[in-house]
Every structure is written in structure tokens, then in C-alpha cells.
């Protein structure tokens, strides 16, 4: 069974940013990606590694752009898009692929995440 750590309040994230965690001694990038009306009530939360692959910038000092991108390559309206503070290579926030090249082989570690009771959890595997 996995096991969850509480990395914050659901409201130390306002939407639209990403914050850095330790999670099971990795480093996370925690993203609140809003709701249908762009704000924090009904988002999600997701959890990728803080280190881009291209060159180890920590992608929680990045920015969210609306929608995202599949492993197909096709847009996804309801994701979002982290953006590297370095380079600007993308990233799909839920998914973690690159979405410059969707179907590569470029991506970033994703981890399960959950809200319980007001606060964001996340899963890093052993």
C-alpha cells in the first residue's frame, strides 16, 4: 500500500503555482492547477520531480501555463504545463512528459497525490 506524506495546507498553493517539497528524500515540485473557473475551488493538485532533465533546474521555480500534453501528443485542455526557469522545455504536469516531443522518451518522474481534510499529500515510492 502506498504511502502518502502531508507536504502542506491546500491553501499555502494558490492556483496556477507550484511550491518544493522533500518527499521521501526526493525533491517534488507540487503544482495547484485551478478549477474550472480559474480559481482554487474545485483544482487539483499534482507532484513531479523538482529537476528538469535537460539540465537539473528545479522546475518548481517555473511557471504553469494552461493545458497540457499527452503521451499521444494531443492537447489536454484540462492539464497544465509546467515551464522550466531555464530553458523553457515543458512539461506535462500530470502526466510528465516533455511536450515538446510528447512521444519521446524525455519526461520527469510524476507521483500520486491526494487531498485529505484540507491538506495535499504525496506519494514518492521507496
Given at each position: 500500500?502506498?504511502l502518502?506524506?502531508?507536504?502542506?495546507?491546500?491553501?499555502?498553493?494558490?492556483?496556477?503555482?507550484?511550491?518544493?517539497?522533500?518527499?521521501?528524500?526526493?525533491?517534488?515540485?507540487?503544482?495547484?492547477?485551478?478549477g474550472?473557473?480559474?480559481?482554487?475551488?474545485?483544482?487539483?493538485?499534482?507532484?513531479?520531480?523538482?529537476?528538469?532533465?535537460?539540465?537539473?533546474?528545479?522546475?518548481s521555480?517555473?511557471?504553469?501555463?494552461?493545458?497540457?500534453?499527452g503521451?499521444d501528443?494531443?492537447?489536454?485542455?484540462?492539464?497544465?504545463?509546467?515551464?522550466?526557469?531555464?530553458?523553457?522545455?515543458?512539461?506535462?504536469?500530470?502526466?510528465g512528459?516533455w511536450?515538446?516531443?510528447?512521444?519521446?522518451?524525455?519526461?520527469?518522474?510524476?507521483?500520486?497525490?491526494?487531498?485529505?481534510?484540507?491538506?495535499?499529500l504525496?506519494?514518492?515510492?521507496?
Amino acid at each position: 500500500m502506498p504511502l502518502f506524506e502531508d507536504v502542506c495546507a491546500t491553501d499555502e498553493i494558490p492556483p496556477n503555482e507550484l511550491r518544493a517539497f522533500e518527499v521521501n528524500g526526493v525533491f517534488v515540485a507540487v503544482a495547484h492547477l485551478p478549477g474550472p473557473d480559474g480559481e482554487a475551488e474545485g483544482g487539483t493538485f499534482t507532484a513531479m520531480e523538482d529537476s528538469c532533465p535537460h539540465a537539473g533546474a528545479p522546475l518548481s521555480d517555473g511557471h504553469l501555463e494552461p493545458g497540457g500534453c499527452g503521451a499521444d501528443g494531443e492537447p489536454d485542455a484540462g492539464g497544465a504545463t509546467v515551464v522550466c526557469p531555464l530553458h523553457a522545455w515543458r512539461f506535462d504536469c500530470r502526466t510528465g512528459h516533455w511536450c515538446d516531443a510528447p512521444k519521446g522518451k524525455v519526461r520527469v518522474e510524476t507521483y500520486e497525490t491526494k487531498v485529505e481534510n484540507g491538506r495535499v499529500l504525496v506519494c514518492v515510492p521507496d
